[in-house]
């Protein structure tokens, strides 16, 4: 079992900053995934971002250049940096990972949200003026 905590959400102006964090309760080991994912009320859950082991990483298009996924493997940390964000951002955001594989490609992981065993409670990210 694995313990996501996500932290960080906000209300902010657009094209302002944030930056979420993502506490996992054990280490990740080689093969696993991580990513982030964004859901707003009504609408299916969409894949912001994702990270393997060796920290390739895979941002959805319409995050591409904007935000910036970094991890802190002493504190089980991984985090997502949101820059120049727009109100289209405005969303409850999802920190997952994926231990048994289903997520892993030859290079990075997925953004399906399917191939994710475990889920946090999600972040509130608001942007608006």
């Known amino acids: 079992q694995v313990q996501l905590v996500e932290s960080g959400g906000d209300l902010v102006q657009p094209g302002g900053s944030l930056k979420l964090s993502c506490v996992a309760s054990?280490?990740?080991?080689?093969?696993?995934?991580m990513a982030w994912f964004r859901q707003v009320q009504g609408k299916e859950r969409e894949g912001v971002a994702s990270?393997?082991?060796?920290?390739?990483?895979r941002y959805a298009e319409s995050v591409t250049g904007r935000f910036f996924l970094s991890k802190n493997h002493r504190k089980n940390t991984l985090y997502l940096e949101m820059d120049a964000l727009v109100p289209e951002d405005t969303a409850m955001y999802y920190c997952?990972?994926?231990?048994?594989?289903?997520?892993?490609?030859?290079?990075?992981?997925?953004?399906?949200?399917?191939?994710?065993?475990?889920w946090g409670q999600g972040t509130q990210v608001t942007v608006s003026a």
């Open positions: 997952a990972a994926d231990t048994s594989g289903r997520a892993r490609l030859d290079e990075g992981c997925t953004l399906t949200a399917d191939h994710y065993q475990y």
């Open positions: 054990v280490p990740t080991e080689v093969g696993d995934c």
């Open positions: 990270v393997d082991a060796r920290l390739i990483a």
